[in-house]
């Protein structure tokens, strides 16, 4: 089904909700912005918007975090980087909100309140829930049309999210359509053979998306890589030391072992997996084939021979998919891993990067330009490749279907 685009709006003179996803690191002493990377993928869609009044409603963080904070210096780094003014309002939906965004003419730019500061929107709701809460009403009665454009929180149900399609004629900002349209081509019509390169630490959504692109056909390889890596040499018996081991119990991921088991004893020919590693010993790096792991030592990046056979699979690819690093990349004689395999990634004819960490290191590496795509949102990009449908994007395309 499709969703709307902002041609198809026709926004010209009218008043439009734009929601961001301008969520980013700061510096929780001076309350500047660290990386402005999210404000500059916006910019094409708000100036696609140039003859609109567009009202921004963004985030920044959630309660209980450090970098809660309003929003002034996210209206200021905005401004620089826009060249035109961007007018701050300390609140969200108030008489004094309503009253600035009403006094706005076409072609001015208007940043709400830290849109998280209203309780609601840290809510999951469904769609036809979500409409009905305070923050819903309220800001749509003060605009003509919604468009979407935070890819980064496409895969939270919260009402801003689902709930404003719901009572708005509403469509995709560019960089929504982007996100969807290039990862939408993995599943039908990229470059064979496909290969999935799964890594970091986030274990179940990686071994969902494995179990998925595996299962419907969707990836001829998937090189497991990082601590996912580390949960399937676990799955297929080896001992990968006391430490490592340790780390998945941490972070509760011993039941994705079973899983990893199931999906080896199905498709063992087309998983890779390390056949070498690198640990911290005497604080500093030594190999070690996975048949002897050391049982004091963590494993923190993968071993030189690995890397060898791991750069071949790559370069056989027409398309690569790569979420997650091959280790602790912070440290410099551990980052081998992770540079030498997107180096070789974005060789490729056809390679998307799943946002997050991946990202800041192609960026650190100056290679950004070598791939097609490297995608804005790091939880969005991998619900995406599960084969779920993102609940921002099921609620355009039912804004489409109620409102044409």
């Not at 909700?17 to 708000?46: G, M, Q, V």
């Not at 001015?108 to 999951?124: C, G, Q, Y």
């Not at 149900?157 to 469509?171: D, E, K, Y």
Request: charged share 25%.
């Amino acid at each position: 089904m499709p969703i709307g685009t902002i041609q198809e709006l026709g926004c010209s003179g009218k008043t439009v909700l734009l929601r961001l996803d301008l969520n980013s690191p700061i510096d929780p002493a001076s309350h500047l912005i660290l990386d402005d990377k999210r404000f500059r993928e916006h910019l094409p869609t708000i100036r696609a918007l140039s003859d609109s009044r567009v009202v921004i409603v963004t985030h920044q963080s959630r309660p209980g975090k450090k970098d809660f904070t309003t929003l002034e210096s996210h209206a200021e780094k905005l401004e620089h980087l826009l060249g035109k003014p961007v007018t701050y309002i300390d609140s969200i939906f108030d008489r004094h909100a309503r009253e600035a965004v009403h006094a706005m003419k076409p072609g001015d730019v208007l940043m709400l309140e830290n849109v998280r500061f209203s309780a609601e929107e840290n809510l999951t709701l469904k769609p036809e829930e979500a409409k009905k809460t305070h923050l819903v009403k309220r800001l749509s009665a003060m605009a003509d049309f919604f468009v979407n454009d935070a890819f980064g929180t496409a895969h939270r149900s919260q009402p801003t999210v689902v709930g404003l399609p719901m009572v708005m004629r509403s469509a995709a900002g560019l960089l929504m359509e982007k996100e969807v349209s290039t990862l939408s081509k993995v599943f039908s019509g990229a470059p064979r053979p496909v290969c999935m390169v799964l890594g970091g630490t986030k274990v179940d959504d990686s071994i969902e998306v494995a179990a998925h692109v595996l299962e419907n056909g969707i990836a001829d390889q998937v090189i497991v890589i990082g601590v996912v890596a580390n949960v399937f040499l676990i799955a297929a018996g080896c001992d990968i030391g006391k430490p490592s081991t340790q780390l998945i119990a941490q972070l509760k991921y011993e039941p994705e072992i079973e899983k990893a088991k199931e999906i080896l004893a199905r498709y063992k020919d087309r998983v890779l997996m390390p056949e070498s590693v690198a640990v911290r010993q005497n604080n500093r790096r030594v190999e070690y084939p996975i048949s002897k792991i050391p049982h004091d030592a963590p494993v923190l990046d993968l071993g030189m021979d690995t890397l060898g056979s791991l750069k071949q699979a790559l370069k056989k690819s027409g398309t690569v998919v790569f979420n997650g690093p091959a280790g602790v990349f912070e440290d410099a004689d551990f980052a081998t891993g992770t540079y030498e395999l997107l180096r070789a990634a974005s060789k490729v004819e056809f390679s998307v990067v799943g946002g997050g960490h991946t990202a800041a290191v192609i960026e650190k590496l100056g290679i950004e330009k070598d791939f097609t795509h490297i995608s804005t949102g790091g939880g969005a990009c991998i619900e995406f490749l599960t084969g779920k449908k993102l609940p921002a994007v099921e609620a355009l395309e039912k804004s489409k279907q109620i409102f044409g």
